[in-house]
């Protein structure tokens, strides 16, 4: 069964900094597109940062120039630097993958991670 599973997220000051990682499980042909999505209470969940499979990033404008989604291939992995937090950045953090298996492409969900940024 393949999984995502999420790292890193916790409770830090705002101006801070973590770093969100999220690894893939299981037997699979290839990783497309990978990306990061968040969900406050009582709001939608919302794309944060994407790359593909071939290293192109898009960022939420809430987000450009304090997060960056890289990913390491061989290790099967997502990260997400997020600087220069802010109390609006408290949210669950979801890892999303496009994957590739033996018959068919098909997309997995993490189990989210909380990230919670105090004034």
């Known amino acids: 069964q393949v999984q995502l599973v999420e790292s890193g997220g916790g409770l830090v000051q705002a101006g801070g900094s973590l770093r969100l990682s999220c690894v893939v499980s299981?037997?699979?042909?290839?990783?497309?597109?990978m990306g990061w999505y968040r969900q406050a209470p009582g709001k939608q969940r919302e794309l944060v940062a994407a790359?593909?499979?071939?290293?192109?990033?898009n960022y939420a404008d809430s987000v450009k120039g304090r997060f960056t989604i890289s990913r390491d291939n061989a290790k099967k992995q997502v990260y997400l630097q997020m600087n220069s937090l802010k109390p609006e950045d408290t949210a669950v953090y979801y890892c999303?993958?496009?994957?590739?298996?033996?018959?068919?492409?098909?997309?997995?969900w993490g189990q989210g991670t909380l990230v919670t940024v105090s004034s």
């Open positions: 999303n993958a496009d994957l590739s298996g033996i018959f068919r492409n098909f997309e997995v």
């Open positions: 299981g037997s699979i042909v290839s990783i497309n597109a």
């Open positions: 790359i593909s499979s071939g290293g192109s990033t």
